[in-house]
């Protein structure tokens, strides 16, 4: 997918939410306990509901890694059903992973090819050598750790060098000359708003993939008004927000409410570009 | 596993070699294939042939997620064999994750309880909410990517604070206060070696994992030199050099020849503490 294609999908859902499917078995609905993939059937249910009002899907691999093998067939499994039944989603693998050469490389086969992903989420320390191996499998992107939106991201995230540029700052600075702005996206805290009006001044084009609306108390109006471009420039992730919004049989309508309660605020935000 | 426990193996094996099993199905001896698990039958065979010159083992994630459900079977037999039969061993498993919160939390619950790994590797960017929940678990370890190995290392690792003090030592300074020498190694690259002297100044005491000697290029010697502390220190990774020997139906036996001739070059750097 290009950033043009996903520009279109914010469009035609007048939407930029991407669920985050951070599925754990110990907070889904106990009913579905009875099922035999119940992860499976949990993330089905939850991506036929939301579908409309969303543009991305985010799977945090820890959640899958802990249930292990049970974890991880229903990981392939819903990246297959959402491929199969929801044309033009963007899906993520939440990895974080950070290697180098041969090993992200793997890594890449792995995430791009036994699984369909789009892209995966990458920690940056390690420099270009964890970022290059992916660049080879064409029309897939990283995503790469800026800004974060715990608050410990302030432990190395901040440090200014000499001339008072912080290192979130060089990353950007530096990563933007790696790739494009159709295979690198950043992912920057609803925590840390303000921030993105310095961050869009290193790159003004690039799509940035914002966590922390929600349960960690980022304001969606704040991130639109500095981090918004014109071809919109974010996928904002809520996770236990919407996916855990109920827990009884009836779980499916009203998450399916509840992703439609912010698609409709994203839809007026987004009525400045469109 | 305390540090005293660790450096009483070191002593009893007259070794500090840690042996990565970066377990390629491409790269292993052809005859293997037609084992039905072909990847655990090479690791096992490799364990036993190394075990008397090794006091840890290292395994590489991505070379079992790439696998797949084989993979992840390999990984948790190897783990359990290992464990079962050689005592004593320190078992790495190199994930270099790093999230925050209920997803670190998540990943040590993986990797030290569903399978029983003594340490992970992590990723310092998003700072200390990514190592405190692996503190959770008794007698286990984190291991924090300091100084890597790579060429691009210098991308990030080396920018200087306004007093001159790069980040891979800021990384240590503040990560050292997280935790102590009983749960908290730090991986610096072989070809780093002379920066050893400069870390062993903000750490005296902690172990460090040392990856890149031999087909990197870094120098055993060098390491010691710069590196090595009165509780020896160190672990020296070494992979492919090892591992990948020889491709013959005899390949154990030249495996652990190749193990015993790197024991005995340590066993002569040891005299030195012990």
């Given at each position: 997918m290009t950033a043009r294609q996903l520009f279109e999908q914010i469009k035609y859902k007048r939407s930029f939410l991407c669920v985050g499917l951070d599925t754990d078995i110990n907070k889904i609905p106990p009913h579905l306990h009875e099922k035999d993939d119940a992860i499976f059937e949990f993330n089905k249910a939850i991506v036929d509901v939301t579908a409309p009002y969303t543009v991305a899907y985010k799977l945090n691999l820890a959640f899958y890694e802990v249930a292990g093998d049970n974890g991880w067939r229903a990981l392939a499994k819903t990246v297959e059903y959402i491929r199969k039944n929801h044309l033009g989603m963007f899906i993520i693998a939440d990895a974080k992973r950070g290697d180098i050469g041969n090993t992200s490389g793997m890594y890449a086969k792995t995430f791009f090819e036994s699984f369909d992903f789009d892209s995966i989420t990458l920690s940056p320390y390690m420099g270009e050598d964890t970022v290059k191996p992916f660049f080879e499998f064409e029309n897939k992107w990283i995503i790469l750790l800026a800004l974060?939106?715990?608050?410990?991201?302030?432990?190395?995230?901040?440090i200014e060098d000499k001339?008072?540029?912080r290192l979130f700052e060089s990353v950007i600075e530096k990563s933007k000359q790696w790739g494009n702005e159709d295979n690198t996206m950043y992912v920057v805290g609803a925590?840390?708003?303000?921030?993105l009006r310095d961050i869009r001044k290193i790159i003004p084009n690039h799509f940035l993939l914002i966590p922390g609306v929600g349960e960690q108390g980022g304001s969606l109006a704040k991130v639109c008004k500095y981090g918004m471009n014109r071809q919109c420039g974010l996928l904002v992730n809520s996770s236990r927000a919407i996916i855990y919004a109920n827990k009884t049989t009836r779980f499916a309508g009203i998450v399916g409410e509840k992703a439609w309660e912010i698609q409709r605020q994203m839809e007026i935000l987004l009525q400045a570009i469109i």
């Amino acid at each position: 997918m290009t950033a043009r294609q996903l520009f279109e999908q914010i469009k035609y859902k007048r939407s930029f939410l991407c669920v985050g499917l951070d599925t754990d078995i110990n907070k889904i609905p106990p009913h579905l306990h009875e099922k035999d993939d119940a992860i499976f059937e949990f993330n089905k249910a939850i991506v036929d509901v939301t579908a409309p009002y969303t543009v991305a899907y985010k799977l945090n691999l820890a959640f899958y890694e802990v249930a292990g093998d049970n974890g991880w067939r229903a990981l392939a499994k819903t990246v297959e059903y959402i491929r199969k039944n929801h044309l033009g989603m963007f899906i993520i693998a939440d990895a974080k992973r950070g290697d180098i050469g041969n090993t992200s490389g793997m890594y890449a086969k792995t995430f791009f090819e036994s699984f369909d992903f789009d892209s995966i989420t990458l920690s940056p320390y390690m420099g270009e050598d964890t970022v290059k191996p992916f660049f080879e499998f064409e029309n897939k992107w990283i995503i790469l750790l800026a800004l974060t939106s715990n608050p410990s991201a302030a432990d190395f995230q901040f440090i200014e060098d000499k001339n008072g540029k912080r290192l979130f700052e060089s990353v950007i600075e530096k990563s933007k000359q790696w790739g494009n702005e159709d295979n690198t996206m950043y992912v920057v805290g609803a925590t840390q708003a303000e921030m993105l009006r310095d961050i869009r001044k290193i790159i003004p084009n690039h799509f940035l993939l914002i966590p922390g609306v929600g349960e960690q108390g980022g304001s969606l109006a704040k991130v639109c008004k500095y981090g918004m471009n014109r071809q919109c420039g974010l996928l904002v992730n809520s996770s236990r927000a919407i996916i855990y919004a109920n827990k009884t049989t009836r779980f499916a309508g009203i998450v399916g409410e509840k992703a439609w309660e912010i698609q409709r605020q994203m839809e007026i935000l987004l009525q400045a570009i469109i």
